[in-house]
């Protein structure tokens, strides 16, 4: 039963002789044999959607029960129903299969005849709406990705770069006002910073290495409390960093040195 496309397409090469083999594993009665040419069909990729409701009927007459059939076929229940809904059809829309996308007449099978021409055409209007809705989303996304700067755009700002030491800096954002009057300009001993392609734009790197300019910076940028549990997580840091060091610096400060040299 199952080598009957192999022996028509023999027939169609116009093969003397084909090698076959004899088989009872996949039944004896008719009825076994018939299970197993219409399990076969079903399993087929280019079977056609109506041929394959037929067969799975009549497969569910042999089985019993749509659980049943599905099991038989490692499917699950609602893929069995689901394809046995196009049975439900009405003549007129059963002869539209193929040129209307078939999961929407599966999906209106088991309405009511009267109601399935117009629960069809509602399903295509709300598909061809999302469709239309992603289409134009989408449009605006590429639109906006290669979209220019707005004039009202934050200026130059420090970005997440890696510094000469290899750690990374955390984003603060240059307000171009007080900051240019605070922040002293790079150092001229710099390494350049090679050009970007056109269209991405450059961040600058902080200068790990000049411990003003960065307390320049984060006193401008951040608001008092900020900035003090800064100061006090790096002053925890430097003691345990080298305890000496930093009791030494302290005792200069509470002394008034530093103050008289800032």
Do not use: C
């Not at 569910?60 to 049975?87: C, N």
């Amino acid at each position: 039963m199952d080598g009957s496309s192999r022996l028509a397409a023999a027939r169609e090469a116009q093969l003397t002789t084909i090698k076959i083999m004899v088989s009872d594993d996949q039944g004896t009665t008719s009825e076994e044999l018939l299970e197993s040419a219409l399990v076969a069909n079903i399993h087929r990729q280019d079977l056609e959607e109506l041929d394959e409701a037929r067969a799975l009927q009549r497969l569910l007459a042999i089985h019993g029960s749509q659980t049943a059939l599905a099991k038989r076929l490692q499917r699950s229940q609602g893929w069995v129903s689901q394809r046995l809904a196009l049975l439900n059809l009405t003549p007129d829309l059963q002869a539209r299969i193929g040129e209307e996308p078939v999961d929407l007449l599966r999906a209106v099978g088991n309405k009511p005849a009267a109601e399935q021409k117009a629960a069809l055409e509602e399903l295509k209007t709300k598909r061809a709406r999302q469709e239309a809705e992603k289409r134009e989303r989408s449009g605006r996304k590429q639109a906006n990705k290669g979209a220019p700067p707005t004039a009202d755009a934050p200026p130059v700002h420090y970005g997440v770069r890696d510094g000469p030491d290899g750690t990374a800096g955390s984003e603060q954002r240059d307000d171009h006002t007080a900051a240019e009057a605070a922040v002293p300009e790079p150092r001229g001993s710099q390494e350049p910073v090679e050009a970007e392609p056109a269209g991405e734009r450059q961040l600058p790197k902080l200068p790990y290495d000049d411990p003003v300019h960065i307390a320049m910076h984060l006193k401008v940028k951040m608001n008092k409390p900020t900035f003090l549990e800064l100061f006090r997580l790096l002053a925890a840091m430097a003691h345990e960093l080298d305890s000496a060091q930093f009791e030494e610096t302290l005792r200069r400060y509470t002394d008034g040195s530093m103050s008289k040299a800032s």
